[in-house]
């Protein structure tokens, strides 16, 4: 293991960096930054201040490019014109996550890129260059926050996303010159949390502070052990406003939390977590911001430190940097420029444990705290008295499905794939024709009436440049499609009796103008404008909540009236049912006949309704899939139909798109579930108790120059038959990063196209006879 240089100057910093007991708080301080310098647009969620070694070299940050084509760049703080300068552009896949980690060694950098979920370590010149990644690691889920320590052992960055965390431990690998050869990156620990966080930071007392959407703040002790920390809520720095950063001010005495919000940044002691001691607001009052970082030394233009943050205004998102001059003018907050990340690890991480008679654990877990315990606590993926044997969590599944080859990792045997092996491989046939918009979401497929093979795909494009629906056949050629306000989730209903005339519908919700946007679908699939097309939600939605924003939707036919209903819902699980009617003047009107909290109150999108049975089947991202009765006059009870790993259920968060494919009794079927961070879908029994069937993922197709499916949104199935290529009907999915056949990355996102009979039909699992729970015949004009 590399031997640790600087214990004796961490000890030495170890008192400088505990906070002291301070003074009474004073009267609260407000203060306006104006923005001295900002770059130019870029899609910004997340940033870092990297600290060069040298003092002549001038500082550095780190921001995120969360573009499809995306990846990270480097900006010397202070540009020429007082505007950051861009020294550096790396292309590693959409990118939402960016950390530094201070080590004698070299200084690294830690992304985290959300095409192919991998943990990528690069070093960090002290003249700001990136060099190669020295290592990486696949971290497979949907994670919005990353926070690093400085340990004795080299770093830890805690990644956190929804509900679920890992600690990792970024260790260096020397040649004899002390130079970096590689980078180990090994899991330590792994543990669930109470929300979806979208940041985290460590206190110089070693604690790991995160907060959310719901304006909780939480904490847990970043203490070197495997088990899960003990995660206890410390208040709500912000009166329940969203959190959008937080970030340690080392003070000479105190430490400060900052703590972001939408509109600005409060400041707090943290021993008094209770009340703030003043507010950060930004002279440009448009600006949203999404995260900030501090970076504390001065300059010859900033010489109380800078502000870096990523924000956004209505010319679109940029990283911007202010001078904390004003800060420290206006309140009674001590500058401290003299601030040195490398001086010091938090309490609990500057003394590596030692155990000898353990072999240390082979570097692959703790020393026991007795020493003359027998045995080591093993990261994850590590088993024996001394860490020697490699396990891997459910033996990948069985031996016919692949071996365990690595910590936590197996190898699996064609087709089978993901962590366990458990995973079904299946590649797409087609992929849509790009359509000019970057961003899809839900899509729906449209059963033509009379020649089955002439159905069609419907898609969404909700980014605003392409916005609308587009059609397109079933090998993926574009046919038409229309421009709407940012259509989110679409789906299709059948026969609606418009003034006389039986039409179907595509049904959406526009999140451009929140509305319900309705086109009709022509005898041939082309979509048109019908009147009453934009339905605007009622004020009454306003009362209900104020913030309501449309979202996910999905309809039903209801067997029971013959009614038709659209359910549209917001980010806050709120779900407006609405009855679909006409005007006497032939318009289609809506109104409003039930509304209901969905599941646990965590972020709802995805949804699709079992006519015959009456139910609605609904993702509520964090938590796991519900089921609701969909008549309006019942009580909206949910049942749980599985939850999330995290509470010991099959899903992976986001629980995101769901679909139904109906089979020839109302118990036979299927539901297909998409796990957007992890790109798996689950399938599981139409009718209750709704057993787990199977998972299956979309790997690239090579053969047919087709890629693989990422990050995936939403989703939506048939099982008809769909002429002679698609026996058993289709699955069409989000793909979110369309990757191209040399390398590099599409701007426009597509769909890909799958036969239900590949998946469900498959040789390995042929034997489960799962076809026959699918109706071929179905036929929704019936
Ligand atoms: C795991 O699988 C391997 C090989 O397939 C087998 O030798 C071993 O006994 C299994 N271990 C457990 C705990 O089932
Ligand atoms: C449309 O529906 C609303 C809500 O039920 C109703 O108040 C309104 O009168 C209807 N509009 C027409 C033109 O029928």
Sequence with gaps: MRPSRYLTGAALHALLCLPYASPAAAEKFEVTLPIDGRTSLIESDTAAVYYPDSKKSSPFFIGNDGSAEGGFKVWEIYGPQGSPKEVGEYKTGRTKLVEILYDDAGDLLVTLSMSDGLIRVFELGKDGVVGDAKGQKLVRGDFSA?????????????????????????????????????????????????????????????????????GKLFSFLAVEETAPPKVVEVGEPAGGDEIKGLKIYHGKKDTYLFVGLEDGIEVFDIKKLG????????????????????????????????????????????????????????????????????????????????????????????????KKAGTCDCFPGFAGKTCNKITCSDNCTSSSHGKCTGPNTCTCVSPWTGDKCATLAVPAKYETEESGGADGDDPAIWIHPTDKSKSRIITTVKSEVGSGLGVYDLRGKRIGGVSGGEPNNVDVLYGFDLAGRKVDLAVAGCRADDTICIYEITSTGELVDVPGGVQPLPTAVKDLEKKFKVYGSCVYHSPKTGHYHIFINSKSSLYLQFQLSTTSDGKLNTTLVRHFYAGNRGQVEGCVIDDPNSRLFLGEEPYGLWSYPAEPDEPAVGTLVDNTVVDGGKLHADVEGVTLVYGKTKQEGYIVVSCQGYSEYNIYQRYPPHAYVMSFTIPNNDERGVDRVTNTDGITAVGTGLGSEWPYGIVVVHDDVNEAAGGGVRSDATFKILGLKDILGAKVVEKLGLLKGVDEEWDPHN
């Design 146 to 214: 990353i926070c690093g320590l400085k340990s004795a052992e080299g770093g830890y960055v805690y990644v956190l996303g929804k509900r679920w965390g890992y600690k990792f431990l970024i260790r260096e690998k020397l040649s004899k010159g002390r130079k970096v050869k590689a980078v180990e990156i090994v899991e330590t620990q792994e543990f669930g949390i109470p929300i979806e966080p979208n940041s985290c930071t460590v206190s110089p007392d070693g604690r790991v502070f995160f907060a959310g959407d719901n």
């Design 275 to 370: 009340s703030s001691l003043g507010t950060i607001k930004f002279a440009d009052g448009d600006l949203e911001l999404n995260d900030f970082a501090i970076y504390q030394r001065g300059s010859k233009s900033h010489s109380d430190g800078t502000l870096i943050y990523a924000g956004e205004n209505d010319d679109g998102a940029f990283f911007g940097a202010s001078s904390l001059s004003p800060l420290f003018e206006s309140s009674k907050l001590k500058v401290n420029t003299k601030y040195d990340p490398r001086d010091c690890a938090p309490k609990g991480h500057s003394k590596p444990k030692k155990c000898a008679a353990l072999s240390d654990c082979n570097g692959y877990g703790y020393c026991p705290n007795d």
